[in-house]
């Protein structure tokens, strides 16, 4: 039995340890990365550690950090009663306030996680006080942020047509940002429909909010102030500077902990450690897979099959798998390139073909053990974490499961032959 597939078959056994027992994914995921680092890979502690996620483990601590501060004084509160009278106690609109809020905020340059890290806790912490389903809003903010990804002057869709212009293939910058944009706003109305968003209009937003809204906590202070000044630096260093969002938000929370230590002291307990060590450990594994070539001998696999549709159906379902662990944008960039030999056959439409890669490595972002599904676990207040780890592992996986084949039989089919 080959390196690669022992990898793989550990990579199962640690799924179904860690769903049928109550112990951190993250951690069993660490000690197999260990055990084939070691055993199958001939890696030292150097190789595995290669794969460690240093830049999202900085993002999750800062940012959950940041806004559990925001929490303690007052400030999320306020933000959500000032969503409130945005959007005039229509409760059913707040989903998709928060959705364009991200799309938007991709489609100008932002970076995917760092439009989920900036309105995720604000949409969850809204969620929780008025007990809309934090799947539901979750799923908003992340599908949001990927309906927008693909504009012409947004990251994915610069490194996606930089990709397809290197590799001399044909692309259509405009086609691939409204496929994304299209099957996000499709798959956000599912979502919205099927957990609970009709519901939500029948309520009397104005009446449940009416005494909340006055509450002294809702108010105003130096604290929130000073909190509301720091979201909006993070912002402005986000996406205005381009600095890192996770060092970022610590400056920022270390500042405001100098000025108001009481309502910060708490704040360190209230990181969302047990999600920082699954979504790290897990990374870790996928790095060691990475460093060993696994991904790498899946994905030239399927490019020798002679089919040419069926090896475009099956890179798409690569491409949803591994980015549901990984980085999407590296998976793109290792894809595209894949499927240039039996593009240049002529036989599967390229136009087609990039814009279903795009969308398939993506629209899967909504796992937990992706940067947007992890921001999104970990910036849920008030809830059973393992529930909604549950909730979200599974969600992604159907939407592993459809989306490719669906975006396949749309936009690679009709372009066949």
């Known amino acids: 039995?080959?390196?690669?597939?022992?990898?793989?078959?550990?990579?199962?056994?640690?799924?179904?340890?860690?769903?049928?027992?109550?112990?951190?994914?993250?951690?069993?995921?660490?000690?197999?990365?260990?055990?084939?680092?070691?055993?199958?890979?001939?890696?030292?502690?150097?190789?595995?550690?290669?794969?460690?996620?240093?830049?999202?483990?900085?993002?999750?601590?800062?940012?959950?950090?940041?806004?559990?501060?925001?929490?303690?004084?007052?400030?999320?509160?306020?933000?959500?009663?000032?969503?409130?009278?945005?959007?005039?106690?229509?409760?059913?609109?707040?989903?998709?306030?928060?959705?364009?809020?991200?799309?938007?905020?991709?489609?100008?340059?932002?970076?995917?996680?760092?439009?989920?890290?900036?309105?995720?806790?604000?949409?969850?912490?809204?969620?929780?006080?008025?007990?809309?389903?934090?799947?539901?809003?979750?799923?908003?903010?992340?599908?949001?942020?990927?309906?927008?990804?693909?504009?012409?002057?947004?990251?994915?869709?610069?490194i996606v047509n930089g990709i397809v212009e290197r590799e001399d293939l044909p692309g259509n910058e405009v086609a691939l940002f409204l496929a994304s944009l299209i099957a996000n706003v499709i798959i956000a109305g599912i979502v919205f429909v099927l957990f609970g968003g009709l519901k939500l209009s029948g309520r009397d937003m104005d009446e449940e909010s009416k005494s909340a809204a006055e509450e002294d906590d809702s108010r105003l202070d130096p604290a929130k102030i000073a909190t509301l000044a720091a979201l909006v630096a993070l912002v402005v260093a986000v996406l205005g500077f381009d600095l890192d969002a996770g060092l970022s938000s610590i400056t920022l929370a270390v500042i405001l902990s100098a000025f108001w230590p009481e309502s910060s002291r708490r704040a360190v307990g209230e990181i969302a450690w047990p999600t920082v060590l699954l979504i790290c450990g897990v990374l870790t594994y996928v790095g060691v897979l990475e460093e060993m070539g696994t991904i790498k001998w899946a994905g030239e696999g399927v490019s020798d099959i002679g089919v040419p549709l069926l090896a475009a159906l099956l890179l798409c379902y690569i491409g949803a798998i591994i980015s549901a662990f990984a980085s999407s944008v590296g998976i793109m960039g290792a894809l595209i390139p894949l499927a240039v030999p039996f593009l240049a056959q002529g036989e599967i439409g390229a136009v087609g073909m990039i814009a279903a890669l795009a969308v398939s490595a993506t629209v899967v972002d909504v796992s937990p053990f992706s940067t947007n599904g992890a921001l999104v676990l970990a910036a849920a207040p008030d809830v059973d974490r393992e529930r909604f780890f549950r909730q979200l592992m599974v969600y992604g996986g159907i939407v592993v499961a459809v989306v490719p084949a669906a975006v396949w039989l749309v936009l690679v089919v009709p372009g066949f032959g």
């Open 1 to 158: 039995m080959s390196a690669e597939l022992i990898s793989i078959l550990v990579l199962v056994v640690v799924f179904v340890i860690a769903t049928t027992r109550s112990i951190n994914m993250g951690a069993l995921a660490f000690a197999a990365a260990f055990a084939v680092g070691e055993l199958a890979a001939d890696l030292d502690a150097d190789g595995i550690f290669a794969g460690f996620p240093g830049d999202l483990f900085v993002v999750l601590v800062g940012v959950t950090y940041l806004f559990a501060i925001a929490r303690a004084n007052g400030t999320t509160d306020w933000l959500v009663h000032a969503s409130i009278r945005l959007v005039r106690g229509r409760i059913a609109l707040i989903p998709w306030v928060m959705f364009v809020i991200t799309g938007a905020l991709t489609a100008i340059g932002a970076v995917s996680p760092a439009a989920v890290a900036i309105v995720a806790p604000i949409a969850l912490s809204f969620a929780a006080r008025y007990a809309i389903s934090p799947l539901l809003m979750g799923a908003m903010v992340v599908h949001g942020a990927q309906g927008g990804g693909f504009s012409p002057i947004s990251i994915y869709g610069s």
